[in-house]
């Protein structure tokens, strides 16, 4: 499997404290190796997996073998 990171998710990481950016990246990159031990749902009504990282959300697609993250942040504001 391949990551890629959206543009729109890279500055939302930006905006976040140095160590929960740290996690949540970490926590991303174990979705290869550790996918079925992970906190994973699939979202309703659409295509989409969210992944828990404490409070924080990670929003993402699965497509021929490559994971891309959509969005990341708090999860009050991550499903607006």
Do not use: P
Request: with cysteine; charged share 40%.
């Amino acid at each position: 499997m391949k990551i890629e990171w959206k543009d729109g998710c890279l500055k939302d990481l930006e905006k976040l404290e140095i160590i929960i950016a740290r996690r949540i990246i970490q926590k991303v990159n174990e979705i290869i190796e550790k996918y079925d031990t992970l906190d994973i749902k699939r979202l309703k009504g659409c295509d989409y997996f969210r992944l828990r990282v404490g409070d924080y959300r990670v929003i993402f697609s699965i497509d021929n073998e490559v994971v891309t993250i959509i969005k990341a942040g708090h999860r009050k504001n991550i499903y607006v």
